[in-house]
């Protein structure tokens, strides 16, 4: 709760520079959108939830270090609630994030989904925590924005619980995106580990099974990145680094 406070305090006392959207953009580089959750409510339970930061900032630092410019969207843009257990975990990024006034600012002032123009990215990475099984699924403009990059030789990438923006994708040919694909996702396993099976909606591999998906279940916790061409996805948080430096990868290598 004390590290909450702070990330509170930080956000709402902090004077920030206001980052434009395109702000700093590489033209060497092909831009990468990061996608995260508008989503507080841990089902009924009371419970608050959000994003989850390391499945933010190390996807975000990979990307940044690596010369590609990064914007930050969320389904209702603005302010994306931050799980606030994250900061019970130690990560290297932790602090690193509280100091970077341009990440703050970005993830204060999200852009919203509706504004994207998926032709300004050559990937997009949709970011967990547990806020995205309730929000992710049936945006029209995830659906949009990811279909519409992947089918421009684009990658569509997800971490953990971010999968959720995978599954009800489809394709001008009116198929599922995940059809007939490889993918990862947060496992049962892990689900029952941090006591949300009977909270989520629904689990990311049934739905990818029944999408006609292949669902890698790797062991918990560890790192699991499964790629199937441009679709590329990981299981939990310690995959999102992993992860990230696969899309960068590729993107090098167009």
């Not at 690193?96 to 999200?110: C, G, I, P």
């Amino acid at each position: 709760m004390r590290n909450f406070l702070i990330w509170l305090t930080v956000s709402i006392v902090m004077i920030t520079p206001l980052y434009s959207y395109s702000d700093n953009i590489t033209a060497q580089k092909e831009r990468v959108l990061i996608v995260l959750t508008s989503h507080s409510e841990l089902g009924n339970t009371g419970k608050k939830t959000g994003f989850w930061l390391p499945e933010l900032t190390h996807p975000y630092y990979e990307f940044k270090n690596a010369g590609y410019h990064v914007d930050i969207a969320s389904p209702e843009g603005g302010m994306a609630p931050l799980d606030a257990k994250a900061f019970d975990e130690p990560d290297e990024y932790h602090q690193h994030f509280l100091n970077d006034a341009e990440l703050m600012s970005k993830v204060m002032r999200t852009i919203p989904l509706s504004s994207i123009h998926p032709s300004d990215y050559g990937a997009i990475f949709f970011s967990g925590g547990s806020g995205p099984m309730w929000d992710f699924p049936d945006n029209k403009d995830i659906n949009r924005i990811a279909a519409a990059i992947y089918q421009n030789n684009g990658i569509v990438s997800a971490v953990c619980h971010g999968t959720a923006a995978l599954i009800n994708i489809k394709l001008v040919t009116g198929d599922y995106l995940v059809k007939g694909k490889r993918v990862a996702a947060v496992t049962r396993e892990e689900e029952v580990d941090i006591g949300q099976l009977d909270i989520i909606p629904f689990l990311l591999k049934d739905k990818f099974e029944e999408r006609g998906a292949t669902h890698i279940n790797g062991k918990a916790w560890n790192e699991n990145v499964v790629l199937d061409g441009r679709l590329m996805t990981g299981q939990n948080p310690a995959s999102a680094k992993k992860l990230s430096q696969e899309v960068i990868k590729y993107l090098n290598n167009k």
